[in-house]
C-alpha cells in the first residue's frame, strides 16, 4: 500500500468511532491487516468477543468511509477477536461449539474436485434424515455456500451478543461470504483468517446441532490446523476425483488429519464419470476407479463415487442442490447414501469416545 493511500484510509478510518469508549477506531487501536491491492482494500477491526454483534454498524461504517476514497475499488472489513483468541481459553468460558453433537471436516488435497458441491449436499441429505444440522464454510478466501445454499440474506443477532446462522433448506449455515460481496477478494494473512474461523464458531449462535458439516479449504494449512486444535473433529471425509495428481494431493490430506489424530472416514470419488444424457454413452473422462484403489491401499472406506452430471453442477449453482431440488433423482440418491454411511460413522466414532483435541506434533 502506497505511503499516500495509506495515510488517507487512517485519516477516513480516525472519523469512525467506538460508540462505547467514544474515541475513533483509529486512536483506539482497533485497526489491523490494513491492506491494499490495485485498489482493493482489507482490514481488520479488533474487538472485545464479548460486543462482536453490537460493532457490525461500526464495521460497515468503517467499509463506507474507505470506499469513498478516489481509488478504491472494494473494500473488505472484518471483525475479528485475533488478540483475546491468542490467549488460552478460561475454563468458564467454556468449549467451542458446545451444543455440536459431531463434526465432520470435508476435504480435500486440492482445488477443484467438487469438495463444496459434496459438503453442500452431504449436510443436505443428513438433514433429509431428520438430523439437526449445521454447515460451516470454512474457506474463508473462497467462501461459496452462500450462492450454493441459495442465500442472500446477512446474518443478524436475536439476543444482540451473537450473529444466527442463515437457514437455508432446513440447514443452518455461516460463511464470511456473508459478509463480503461476492467480487470482492479477501487478502488476509494466516492469523486473521485463523480468527475469521474462529470466531464463526464461537461468537455464532448455532444451538442444538446433531452434526455440523465443515466445508474444508483445499491443502493442509491454517485453516486445517485451526479446526484440529479448537474443536473435537468427529472425524473428515476427503474429496477427490479420479486421476493420479488429484489422488497425490487427497493423500497428503489423509494423512495431516491422521498427523493430528483425526478419523479418516473415508474417500470419495467426485466426477467419477459422465454419461451422455443424449445417448447414455458413459465416458471415464478423468480416468475411474482411483479413488476405491487408493482408499484399498490406505486402508480406509470408501464411501462412493459421484458422476459429473450437468444437474448436479447446475442446482448446486442456483441455490437449490439436488438433494432437495431432486431428492428422487438417482445422483440425489448416491449423496444420501454416503451421509447415511457418514452418519453411521459418526455415531460409531462418539460412541467410543474418541473426538478428543489432538496434541499438533511439529517433525
Known amino acids: 500500500m502506497s505511503n499516500i493511500l495509506k495515510?488517507?484510509?487512517t485519516e477516513v478510518l480516525n472519523q469512525v468511532m467506538d460508540p462505547e469508549q467514544g474515541k475513533s477506531i483509529v486512536e483506539l487501536g482497533m485497526i489491523e491487516g490494513l491492506h491494499e491491492s490495485e485498489g482493493h482494500v482489507s482490514f481488520a477491526i479488533v474487538v472485545d468477543p464479548q460486543r462482536g454483534a453490537t460493532m457490525e454498524p461500526v464495521r460497515k461504517a468503517a467499509e463506507e468511509a474507505v470506499h469513498?476514497?478516489?481509488?478504491v475499488l472494494t473494500v473488505t472489513a472484518v471483525l475479528t477477536a485475533e488478540r483475546a483468541a491468542q490467549k488460552p481459553q478460561k475454563a468458564e468460558e467454556g468449549p467451542l461449539l458446545p451444543g455440536v453433537k459431531s463434526i465432520v471436516a470435508v476435504a480435500s488435497g486440492k482445488g477443484g474436485v467438487g469438495k463444496s458441491t459434496t459438503s453442500a449436499n452431504l449436510a443436505l441429505a443428513l438433514a433429509s434424515q431428520g438430523l439437526e444440522v449445521g454447515l460451516l464454510d470454512a474457506d474463508i478466501y473462497g467462501p461459496s455456500m452462500p450462492r450454493m445454499m441459495g442465500i442472500t440474506e446477512e446474518p443478524g443477532s436475536s439476543d444482540g451478543v451473537r450473529l444466527d446462522p442463515v437457514e437455508g433448506h432446513g440447514v443452518k449455515c455461516m460463511s464470511i461470504g456473508f459478509f463480503v460481496e461476492e467480487e470482492?477478494?479477501?487478502i488476509w494473512r494466516?492469523?486473521?483468517?485463523?480468527?475469521a474461523l474462529v470466531q464463526m464458531m464461537r461468537d455464532v449462535n448455532w444451538g442444538e446441532l446433531d452434526v455440523l458439516v465443515v466445508d474444508m479449504p483445499p491443502g493442509t494449512g491454517d485453516v486445517q490446523l485451526t479446526m484440529a486444535q479448537q474443536v473435537p473433529l468427529t472425524g473428515a471425509v476427503i474429496v477427490s476425483t479420479p486421476q493420479d495428481i488429484a489422488l497425490a494431493d487427497a493423500r497428503k490430506g489423509l494423512n495431516m488429519f491422521r498427523k493430528v489424530d483425526v478419523p479418516v472416514m473415508g474417500l470419495i470419488e467426485n466426477m467419477s464419470y459422465f454419461l451422455c444424457p443424449s445417448c447414455g454413452d458413459r465416458s471415464e473422462i478423468f480416468g475411474h476407479g482411483g479413488a476405491?484403489?487408493?482408499a484399498d491401499l490406505l486402508g480406509m472406506e470408501f464411501l462412493g463415487e459421484i458422476p459429473l452430471h450437468i444437474e448436479i453442477r447446475e442446482t448446486s449453482d442456483g441455490g437449490h442442490p439436488i438433494t432437495v431440488s431432486n431428492p428422487e433423482?438417482?445422483?440425489?440418491?448416491?449423496y444420501k447414501k454416503i451421509a447415511g454411511r457418514v452418519w453411521d460413522k459418526a455415531q460409531e466414532t462418539l460412541a467410543t469416545s474418541k473426538t478428543t483435541k489432538p496434541n499438533i506434533v511439529i517433525q
Open 7 to 9: 495515510a488517507q484510509v
Open 68 to 71: 469513498g476514497l478516489p481509488g
Open 184 to 186: 470482492n477478494p479477501i
Open 190 to 195: 494466516g492469523p486473521m483468517v485463523q480468527s
Open 292 to 294: 476405491r484403489e487408493e
Open 329 to 334: 433423482h438417482e445422483h440425489a440418491q448416491v
